[in-house]
């Protein structure tokens, strides 16, 4: 746990749109030292500009030798207090209508980058007396979602990984978090999440801001026992993920094939 008062480092990938910027963005307003990174380097460019503690760069990151570079960039030889594992790719649609092509990005992108970025980041964090890793996941990781299948499908490997790693890692002092939020108002959501049938049904509620508030609190919550590793955002998440968890698979489909219709 980080104290309110207190200011340290962050690197956000997916920095250039979205809950990356919003997030950055505040942290930035707080004096914290922030690396806003993403593979939109114009992106980046123009939101650092002019601010004090802002460090900027390009990075794909399925590329190993890029997380390489940004880390020791922003890092040089010292630590990293928080990894925020932001970047990531939507498409919704009819599974069978997707080429091979697009579900193979949503992989690398929404898996592969953040199995990465944390491998890659682990030496950073560990120096750090308060390391945390956080990373993205959805509410779409709670049960599979028709229209938005191999997308849920990468969540829910984010949610595994945040769990193995959350007890992995323990021992090395570096928490392991993941945020969870439904829909978000975000480019993404209205332009690549446009044929998801659950997002005529539940709306989009949440704003970037909303999730980048939910990420300074996992940042400086109180260390909480028992607890697991997951944090939903929003009011309807937090239904979402109590209600999967007490009632039994098949009343989760029907819930979830209603939605889907």
């Keep these: 746990m980080i104290s309110r ?28 030292r922030v690396g806003m990174y993403d593979v939109d380097r114009d992106a980046v460019t123009q939101a650092a500009a002019g601010r004090p503690g802002a460090v900027c760069g390009e990075l794909d990151v399925r590329d190993p030798a890029q997380w390489g570079t940004a880390l020791r960039e922003f890092c040089g030889d010292g630590e990293l207090d928080v ?32 199995v990465t970025g944390a ?3 682990y030496p950073y964090l560990q120096r750090s007396a308060r390391g945390l890793l956080l990373n993205l996941c959805s509410a779409s990781a709670l049960y599979g979602q028709p229209t938005l299948a191999t997308y849920g499908a990468t ?14 890692w323990r021992g090395a002092g570096v928490r ?25 049904h539940l709306g989009v509620r949440l704003t970037p801001e909303d999730v980048a508030t939910a990420a300074w609190r996992v940042v400086h919550e109180r260390r909480r026992f028992p ?4 944090r939903p955002v929003g009011r309807q998440t937090r239904l979402m993920a109590t209600a999967s968890a007490v009632t039994p698979g098949w009343a989760n489909r029907l819930v979830v094939a209603r939605l889907a219709r």
């Design 5 to 32: 008062g207190r200011t340290g480092s962050i690197l956000v990938t997916g920095a250039g749109h979205g809950i990356g910027r919003a997030t950055a963005e505040l942290f930035l307003s707080r004096g914290w």
């Design 119 to 121: 491998l890659e980041a």
């Design 83 to 114: 990894l925020v594992n932001n970047a990531g790719v939507l498409a919704s649609g009819p599974f069978e209508e997707m080429s091979a092509d697009v579900h193979r990005r949503m992989v690398d992108v929404n898996v592969t980058g953040v």
């Design 155 to 168: 969540k829910a490997a984010v949610r595994s990984l945040t769990e193995a790693l959350d007890i992995e």
């Design 227 to 230: 607890s697991g590793p997951h």
């Design 176 to 200: 392991v978090r993941s945020l969870l939020p439904l829909f978000v108002d975000t480019e993404m959501v209205s332009r690549d999440g446009r044929q998801a049938a659950s997002v005529a």
